[in-house]
T-cell receptor
């Protein structure tokens, strides 16, 4: 079955600790994305990667870091520098077409991070 | 800045009623996506619209994109409890495949 998996589903962290959220896809998609969702604010883009070994900051990258060493994997690290990390984190992937054609992003089930 | 306005924020309808959710952009859209989300879960892709005047349907859900490519509507006919959830529109306004999302519409369908 092709899809996107995120783990864990729930994560608890103490203040001052870094934590890494996993995102894996077997859709053979080139592009992957991380979003943060807060109540009443919709989704906001944290980081995205259009190809292996390359990634770009999104709108709210401060306090986060990513890596893209493999096409299938795009882990997100929430660092202690992120002042308000409690949120629902969603990973997505897509297979961008050439030119300016829009392409569909498919989402994983999400990870809910709570800072204690 | 908020580039996508979605309305209404919440909607409660009786089962069997029709309803419409709107999504308006201040910029011309390269692509407009509709997703559905159950609370605490990921987004399920519904439909994508690209061309001005385009309309797509799937089962009882119809999405339209206006001719100017700045406004989209999602219409549900004869709503059912299974339609309940949060509906989100996402838009590509730059052609770079990065999406901006509306704040969502929470739909409740009363049996």
């Amino acid at each position: 079955d092709g899809g996107i998996t995120q783990s864990p589903k729930y994560l608890f962290r103490k203040e001052g600790q870094n934590v890494t959220l996993s995102c894996e896809q077997n859709l053979n998609h080139d592009a992957m994305y991380w979003y943060r969702q807060d109540p009443g604010q919709g989704l906001r883009l944290i980081y995205y990667s259009q190809i292996v070994n390359d990634f770009q900051k999104g709108d709210i990258a401060e306090g986060y870091s990513v890596s893209r060493e493999k096409k299938e994997s795009f882990p997100l690290t929430v660092t202690s520098a992120q002042k308000n990390p409690t949120a629902f984190y969603l990973c997505a992937s897509s297979s961008p077409t050439s030119g300016r054609a829009a392409d569909t992003q498919y989402f994983g089930p999400g990870t809910r991070l709570t800072v204690l | 800045s908020q580039e996508l306005e979605q309305s209404p924020q919440s909607l409660i309808v009786q089962e069997g009623k029709n309803l419409t959710i709107n999504c308006t952009s201040s910029k011309t859209l390269y692509g407009l996506y509709w997703y559905k989300q159950k609370y605490g879960e990921g987004l399920i892709f519904l439909m994508m619209l690209q061309k001005g005047g385009e309309e797509k349907s799937h089962e009882k859900i119809t999405a339209k994109l206006d001719e100017k490519k700045q406004q989209s509507s999602l219409h549900i006919t004869a709503s059912q409890p299974s339609h309940a959830g949060i509906y989100l529109c996402g838009a590509d306004t730059s052609g770079a495949n990065n999406l901006f999302f509306g704040t969502g519409t929470r739909l409740t369908v009363i049996p």
